[in-house]
């Protein structure tokens, strides 16, 4: 399948720092997803990226869809406690249609 | 409100015997997906079906088969377990292309 870089691995960070992770692919994506994961249940979609160059916002969280088609990348902003969790990025599967092929994740540990 | 249901939260089985996880939904989505997800590897596709009656392999679908005899549920089974499907299991299922990705809370498998 598809190989999808993300990085960092983890981030270990002060409340209010500002944080950024990206995510790469061996192949053009026509689609790029990020989702968070809560310790202790299933991962959640945060944003969804459809074109090349988009740039969209959900509350602090900002994602874009690279211009390559090729790579995306997550910022948070003046991140707080409950950001904490597992992010991924994801990007359909390259031979299971509907299915979605996920980057390892970034683990963001937040201290107060 | 629809939502998708995995069952039990917690298995201990031992090596060599059958185990079956259930996964239910209740969004009448055609597209269900079974992933496990470990250390290092992060969401990895084991097996997907399209509809009633359909079935296929994902990346690591050794060992495992899944069958869809109506829309709601798509029971994954494990033929004999081993130690190396220690692992989270996430059930999900979505409706067309480009609709969110709806992920289950998991079930925690340990074979020992």
């Known amino acids: 399948g598809q190989q999808l870089n993300q990085s960092p691995q983890s981030m270990f960070i002060q409340e209010g720092e500002d944080v950024s992770m990206n995510c790469t692919s061996s192949s053009i994506f026509n689609t790029w997803l990020w989702y968070k994961q809560d310790p202790g249940e299933?991962?959640?979609?945060?944003?969804?990226?459809?074109?090349?160059?988009?740039?969209?916002?959900?509350?602090?969280?900002?994602?874009?869809?690279?211009?390559?088609?090729?790579?995306?990348?997550?910022?948070?902003?003046a991140s707080?406690?409950?950001?904490?969790?597992?992010?991924?990025?994801?990007?359909?599967?390259?031979?299971?249609?509907?299915?979605?092929?996920f980057g390892k994740g970034t683990s963001l540990l937040v201290t107060p | 409100d629809a939502e998708i249901t995995q069952s039990p939260r917690h298995k201990i089985t031992e090596t060599g015997r059958q185990v079956t996880l259930a996964c239910h939904q209740t969004w009448n989505h055609n597209n269900m997906f079974w992933y496990r997800q470990d250390l290092g590897h992060g969401l990895r596709l084991i097996h997907y079906s399209y509809g009633v009656q359909d079935t296929n392999k994902g990346e690591v679908s050794d060992g495992y088969s899944v069958s869809r005899s109506n829309t709601e549920d798509l029971p994954l089974t494990l033929e004999s377990a081993a130690s190396s499907q220690t692992s989270v299991y996430f059930c999900a299922s979505r409706g067309q292309e480009n609709s969110p990705l709806h992920f289950g809370n998991g079930t925690r498998l340990t074979v020992t």
Do not use: H, M, W
């Open chain 1, 42 to 77: 299933g991962p959640v979609l945060l944003i969804a990226l459809y074109k090349a160059g988009e740039l969209t916002s959900n509350g602090r969280l900002t994602a874009q869809f690279g211009i390559t088609r090729k790579d995306s990348f997550l910022n948070i902003s």
């Open chain 1, 80 to 101: 707080i406690p409950s950001d904490v969790g597992i992010y991924f990025c994801a990007g359909p599967g390259s031979n299971s249609g509907y299915a979605l092929n």
